[in-house]
């Protein structure tokens, strides 16, 4: 059974960085996409990145050019640099694995994609 666990979420100022990692346990995942999604209060869960095994990386346009998602597939973890933060960048984060299609040559932008999903992590920006 996979487990995924996040963390680096916490309160940072506007225009400030967080780094989240989702370490893995239970399979390796280096053959699997993996991706984070966000959700705000009161919104629907979003799509923020993806990134395959073939370390293809995908983004929402909304954090393109400010956010990079990458993996270290030796510590069986994915994370998510987050750089030049705002206030609507707010929300709880999730990562999530799609272990339905190893070796895919892309990686999904919905949740009905990724079967395996771990418990967020909180991320606040001030203004």
């Known amino acids: 059974q996979v487990q995924l666990v996040e963390s680096g979420g916490g309160l940072v100022q506007a225009g400030g960085s967080l780094r989240l990692s989702c370490a893995a346990s239970g399979r390796t995942l280096s053959s699997y996409a993996m991706a984070w999604f966000r959700q705000a209060p009161g919104k629907e869960r979003e799509f923020v990145a993806a990134i395959n095994w073939l370390i293809s990386a995908y983004y929402a346009d909304s954090v393109k050019g400010r956010f990079t998602i990458s993996r270290d597939n030796g510590k069986n973890t994915v994370y998510l640099q987050m750089n030049s933060l705002q206030p609507e960048d707010t929300a709880v984060y999730y990562c999530?694995?799609?272990?339905?299609?190893?070796?895919?040559?892309?990686?999904?932008?919905?949740?009905?994609?990724?079967?395996?999903w771990g418990q967020g992590t909180q991320v606040t920006v001030s203004s």
């Open positions: 999530a694995v799609d272990t339905e299609r190893p070796w895919a040559t892309n990686a999904g932008l919905l949740e009905s994609r990724y079967d395996r």
